[in-house]
């Protein structure tokens, strides 16, 4: 199996939903089944089916997670000399050349990926534009709008 890049953050917060599912969620699916059977004939009980509904997914995802963290490569960039370069895991700011903004995004997983909170996946196009590139680094990265010229003004290994 392939390996899944996260921050130890993101690690983190997929170990505390897993628990969740697990300790919370999931015996409380198990008391709505319960629930759910007392009230008679399980073809046309639509508590039943949506009971076993959600602990479908549940499972699903209790899978989901563990498969991810059995084969997380968790990269904590604090622990690295910042050379300047920009790695999975760094904090980048970039300035648009044509428009002097000025945008910081956090390089992550894929689960990790949030862009309301400048969370952006390695695997997507700002990303894969800048990884690679050192600090003062004019680079060209494709959006819908065309290609822009971006600045890296400043690489932080937080």
Do not use: W
């Amino acid at each position: 199996m392939s390996q899944y890049p996260m921050t130890a953050r993101g690690a983190e917060l997929l170990r505390k939903e897993l628990n969740e599912l697990k300790t919370v969620t999931r015996p409380r699916i198990i008391n709505s089944i319960a629930e759910a059977r007392e009230h008679g004939d399980l073809k046309e009980n639509a508590e039943y089916h949506a009971a076993r509904e959600e602990q479908s997914f549940c499972e699903g995802r209790i899978q989901d997670i563990e498969g991810k963290l059995s084969n997380a490569q968790i990269i904590d960039v604090t622990k690295m000399d910042n050379t300047g370069k920009v790695i999975f895991g760094t904090t980048v700011t970039i300035m648009n050349l044509e428009t002097d903004a000025e945008t910081t995004y956090r390089i992550v997983g894929d689960d990790e990926a949030d862009i309301k909170n400048n969370l952006i996946s390695v695997n997507s196009p700002i990303a894969r534009g800048l990884i690679g590139k050192e600090l003062d680094d004019v680079v060209n990265i494709q959006t819908p709008a065309g290609t822009v010229e971006f600045e890296i003004t400043e690489v932080e290994y937080i």
